[in-house]
């Protein structure tokens, strides 16, 4: 991929064929909005952005041997974005105003403009396109003037020239006319056309279902998976903030003994009864979640609105393995808003934010890792620990919002210092066995012990003793070990 980056950019200026792909950057709500329905509108999003990845991976295939520079014209939101999205290895400009005739005019007549011979257009949403398709576009501009592939919905999914024509004004853009029309007019101008074979495009649930029957039957984009134990005070107000066309909610109760199961079920979310000790349930609760992003929500954190979006934003960076919200309590007292302070600027700059500001991670990012480890405290921390070293760690603009209770119960100070030993002991290398000890120790109040304590902590010994001996390379999915091999960073289709 780095070989490719370099030819490219070498070469690119001095070449005479120019692949032209059509695109956007993916946003929930305005990207595949006729799939919304079945996806929803962060669902419909990812859709876009895997078929843009896909077709660029098919691409870099084909054009990288043959020494074809490739242009990515897209259409809304930033160039910077887009750049943290795909990478540097292609060339990126925006799309002109006006409907999509006078945007490909404008694509066509500019490519030519800068010595090209041969100008191939396709757009992103044709996952059956294939190398040989592009190589047989190139080829017939060698002999005729138009290449063009139909597609079944009555468009083309592909146009190709070796020289300006006027081949898009007055179409009906978006009518099942649009290949007829086109036809028509370069049979009036004479020009010499291979057609292609015909390919269907995603524009619709139906195209879905036929084209890409795995994408149809996926699940939500985000699993909010929540923790609870006796949370019958704060449970029904943070399931409310929570719900989202494009989440599920999944609550796993460690053995509560007020109504919070109730609560909870009449919410009309998922409710699985675990055994108690957040790592146990947060795991518990990934293996059931159907959807590709989780987010681990403590039961006293509400969530910020619009929260799938900025879930969405973060992980659109492919070196960004995981997420959180800024931090920021209901407690209203002058040094809670300087702790908070610190807090956010921790989070940003040590890449350890606390379970408590939402921690979201893609979910085979989170089976490769092989979830929470089986500790009693800081589960958070040493996941995020280990995730670190394998890509960015980010934090969103918006806030979550965390009940100020433990700061208003044990005092400010006290409980700042027992964070800060936590944090401290974390990254020092301190057993989780003996930070738990030191958590008891000052958080009487409202520390409670798990109701099997010596099979947790043959738990904890267990996850000790493999981490001392190192890892014996074994892989898989299951949660809460220390074994298992991290994954390696994202690839991006333009690196």
Not at 205 to 217: I, R, T, Y
């Amino acid at each position: 991929m780095e070989r490719w980056k370099r030819e490219m950019n070498r070469s690119q200026s001095s070449l005479r064929n120019r692949l032209i792909i059509f695109g956007r950057y993916p946003v929930p709500g305005q990207t595949k909005t006729r799939l919304i329905p079945a996806l929803g509108p962060a669902g419909a999003a990812d859709l876009q952005r895997w078929l843009t990845e896909n077709i660029l991976e098919t691409v870099r295939r084909f054009a990288v041997p043959r020494k074809i520079g490739v242009e990515i014209c897209f259409k809304g939101d930033s160039k910077q974005k887009m750049r943290r999205w795909l990478g540097s290895g292609a060339i990126l400009s925006r799309q002109v105003p006006g409907n999509l005739g006078d945007r490909m005019q404008a694509a066509f007549l500019d490519a030519f403009q800068r010595g090209a011979d041969r100008v191939v257009l396709s757009g992103t949403d044709i996952p059956q396109l294939r190398a040989d398709h592009l190589e047989q576009a190139f080829d017939a501009l060698v002999e005729n003037d138009l290449v063009i592939g139909p597609s079944t919905d009555g468009g083309y999914w592909l146009i190709g020239l070796n020289h300006p024509v006027g081949l898009f004004e007055g179409i009906k853009w978006g009518t099942d006319s649009v290949f007829g029309q086109t036809l028509a007019l370069a049979n009036e101008q004479g020009l010499r056309v291979k057609t292609l074979s015909p390919l269907k495009d995603i524009d619709t649930v139906e195209d879905l279902k036929q084209v890409l029957p795995g994408w149809a039957g996926k699940g939500p984009y985000v699993s909010v998976v929540i923790p609870a134990l006796n949370e019958a005070v704060n449970i029904e107000t943070t399931i409310k903030r929570a719900m989202h066309e494009d989440a599920e909610i999944i609550i796993v109760d460690g053995g509560s003994i007020d109504n919070t199961v109730e609560i909870a079920s009449s919410s009309g979310v998922r409710v699985i009864a675990g055994q108690q000790g957040r790592a146990l349930q947060q795991n518990l609760g990934a293996k059931a979640a159907t959807g590709r992003v989780l987010l681990f929500l403590h039961a006293d954190t509400l969530l910020p609105t619009g929260y799938v979006n900025y879930i969405f934003e973060i992980l659109m960076d492919q070196k960004t393995v995981a997420g959180a919200f800024r931090f920021k309590t209901n407690f209203d007292h002058p040094f809670m808003k300087v702790i908070e302070l610190v807090t956010n600027i921790r989070s940003r700059y040590l890449k350890l934010p606390y379970g408590d500001q939402g921690l979201f991670i893609r979910k085979s990012v989170f089976e490769s890792v092989g979830g929470f480890p089986y500790v009693p405290i800081a589960e958070d921390l040493f996941l995020l620990r280990r995730l670190s070293k394998y890509g960015r760690i980010r934090i969103t603009p918006a806030h979550a919002l965390t009940s100020g209770r433990r700061w208003q119960t044990l005092g400010l100070f006290r409980t700042t210092l027992i964070n800060q030993i936590i944090l401290i002991g974390c990254c020092l290398g301190v057993s989780p066995g003996a930070l738990a000890s030191m958590y008891r120790f000052t958080n009487k109040k409202l520390t409670t012990v798990p109701p099997n304590r010596m099979a947790w902590d043959s738990k904890i010994r267990e996850a000790e003793g493999i981490r001392k001996k190192g890892p014996p390379g074994q892989t898989g999915t299951s949660y809460g070990k220390t074994d298992l091999k991290a994954p390696e960073p994202g690839k991006k289709p333009f690196l």
